[in-house]
């Protein structure tokens, strides 16, 4: 988002830069001050000897000597103690339809005020926010927006929940924590929007004070993590089975990249795995790629590639299974397994129609899971 | 056949742990003789450099004022490339942002006159917007490497590393890109070396100095006094690999001497240097070295 439209967005939500943000030429990405960066002490890390420390967020497990940064760029050791940068420190706020998210079985038709701050603890090369998520904090313009800001500025906004997104939210997991609670105190609910590289005690942490998930599983081969992703799947595959057990709402997006994770005996296998661990009816969302950051190489997915992909999904059993970044095609839908009936009929992040009341289907009367007003 | 330079001597630092410029600059000029064969800076210079266009001097003030290129090293080394023929103004030592050149003693400048001195985060400086990307490198450079200078000295402290293995005159570009923190896996292998084969550094580079007036040989990067040993040398190559692999066997005596196993043992080999090498970017062989070593 270029600067300008940045200020713009940010003046329209009610929000305003607390100091003068350093103007940026036209083709140059200058710093903002890195005075004005937070110094707010990190959770989940370790004290070692000799000023060292080892983050415990991720599964990086950074160790990091005095002055360093963590992979994720925006927690640092400073002579001992380890501090995140980034808290309070929003690099990007929009009000979204929470279906952009995608999240479609968590108050369909509402918007959430969503935030980001620099930084991400992976490089997938195929990022679509890489502009915000591959660079660190001083890189980029911000704004102070402390948790109690963030809720207000979700009440003026009418937004019922927060979506910590964009970048990789738990990376500033100590400002996503603290302002969900400040939320929750004003009835908004709170959903993150998350690669889901994340250690189990840090996560399991967040559970308890958050409503919804969204998990991108990037494949289901450690190659592929490995390669275009830099991390491991199976903290990954940990974290979708600990929201799955938990009260919080999950859904789950696979963002298929042709040649590299479209394999329908992959995908076959993947959901397998989801029908048990999990079950049918968890929502799977198979996305469309577009070229981006350091794979403009591919073209964008086939729509026959991903029609054939959730096929394969729904034979398996899972019941609610989408297609996600191609605007009107039928599979964004939500039908009732029971009778087959359209029970939420999307056009891109409209809501044409919504054909559940108390949680049941209005035709046959069958339960759908989610969280519906 | 490469050639490295170490030029050493006693007593670089005073009681006070000033550095004694004149015998810095005697280090110098012995080193830019060895690699040219001209005594008297006015030949040496121009025999390395354009000295019509101008030249940054990439420094590494990361780890505060004990362990960083002190102000010293790096004017002393400009005051050289004036003599040989530079003006001043088209003289640039820099680094990745302003605090740290301040941390580390250096006052900053940006105006016409004098030897520039400054981050990239100086406004409006900056990142170049479009990425670079090369094998394993996705990155945006500092506008300052690409656009402001024409040539490159990389005038890094040669330091242990607690991922890298050691960090010395390849790895000190990791300060010319945004994203640095994606680099640190796999003891940071190929990255250093696929950074370094990058256009924006590769054809600029003109020469490595490594200044090992002080190294930190164990638990770096940051600096503990119990590991830094005062070495009293810089070492001075126009073939980037080989000054590095240099480097590192330096690092290797002085944890000898001080009875810590080697880099290989602790499974952090800096590798980079061999891969670097692979690339032809240059020589990670002793037996193709020719080093020279002088103690003043």
Known sequence: MKRRNFLKFSAALGITPKKRLIPLTSDLYAFTSDSNLSKVEARYYKKLSHREVECLLCPRFCKLGDKERGYCGVRENMGGTYYTLVYGKACAVHVDPIEKKPLFHFLPKTMALSIATAGCNVNCKFCQNWEISQVRPEQITHIDLPPESVVKTAQKNNCPSIAYTYSEPMIFFEYMYDTSLEARKKGIKNVVITGAHVNPEPFTDLLEVVDGVKIDLKAFNQDFYTNYVRG???????????????????????????????????????????????????????????????M?????????TLEKLRNTALEEGLHYVYIGNIPAHEAENTYCPNCGKIIVKRMGYLIEQINIEKGRCVFCGHKIPGLWS | MSKVIIVKTKNIYNVHRDINTEKLTTLYQRGFYWLTGFKDSKNSIPALFNTAKKIGIKINTIAGKNISTRPKVSLSLADLLIKGGFQQKDIIIWDRTNRELKDAGYRLNMSQKGIKIFGTDS?????????????????????????????????????????????????????????????HDFNCNPFVADLFDTAPIRKKHKLTVIDALTVQFHKGPAYHSRWAEDYGALIMSTDPVAADYIGWQTIETLRKEHGLPSLKQEEREPKYIKTAEQLGLGCADLTHINLIKEEI
């Open chain 1, 232 to 294: 491991e799947l199976q903290p990954v595959l940990d974290a979708i089975v600990a929201a799955s057990q938990s009260q919080v709402w999950l859904e789950i997006v696979y963002l298929v990249i042709p040649t590299l994770n479209d394999k329908t005996s992959e995908i076959r296998e993947m959901c397998r795995w989801i029908m048990k661990e999990i079950g049918p009816e968890v929502p799977l969302h198979f996305s469309r790629f577009y070229p981006s950051y350091l």
């Open chain 1, 296 to 304: 403009k190489n591919l073209p964008p997915t086939p729509i026959s």
């Open chain 2, 123 to 183: 406004n409006p400086i900056g990142y170049n917007k479009n990425l670079t990307i090369h094998r394993s490198i996705g990155s945006r450079f500092s506008y300052i490497q690409t656009n402001t200078i024409s040539q490159s000295i990389s005038l890094a402290i040669l330091k242990d590393h607690g991922l890298a293995g050691i960090t010395a005159g390849m790895k000190n570009y990791y300060g010319s890109i945004h994203n640095p923190n994606k680099y």
